[in-house]
């Protein structure tokens, strides 16, 4: 079973822009994957722009997905954290983020936040993801 999306006509479209106001996840086991960064694996320094940082937190996310054998379409619920929530550094996530969707279309939700884990990190984004049976 996949999850129903909904963009109820009482609230914003939030379709048209990549992501869904509900996400109904059938019963069976969830996933909770930690909030991921611009780390690598291999110890490789952060890079210093938002869309590079981005580029790795969706590598991160990938393997997260590959781990649990799912997709895209199985993320429930995404939330990002952004140290310098604007609409331009919504829009570099956002254009990097939903090619990796696939056209899923998760609820999602960004927080702006004061710091991360360590000072150069600029986006943290965690998902709840529905696992494949």
């Known amino acids: 079973?996949?999850?129903?999306?909904?963009?109820?006509?009482?609230?914003?479209?939030?379709?048209?822009?990549?992501?869904?106001?509900?996400?109904?996840?059938?019963?069976?086991?969830?996933?909770?994957?930690?909030?991921?960064?611009?780390?690598?694996?291999?110890?490789?320094p952060v890079p210093p722009t938002l869309g590079e940082q981005t580029q790795i937190v969706i590598e991160n996310l990938r393997a997260a997905l590959d781990a649990l054998g799912a997709g895209p379409h199985d993320i429930a619920m995404l939330r990002a954290y952004l140290t310098d929530l604007r609409p331009e550094t919504q829009e570099t996530v956002m254009a990097l983020l939903l090619p990796f969707l696939n056209g899923a279309q998760p609820s999602i939700t960004g927080v702006g936040v004061a710091a991360l884990a360590t000072p150069e990190l600029q986006l943290e984004i965690e998902m709840t993801v529905r696992v494949p049976g």
């Open 1 to 44: 079973m996949s999850i129903t999306r909904m963009n109820p006509h009482a609230l914003p479209d939030a379709g048209r822009v990549g992501y869904s106001q509900i996400s109904i996840a059938p019963a069976g086991p969830l996933a909770f994957v930690s909030g991921q960064v611009a780390w690598r694996r291999n110890g490789e």
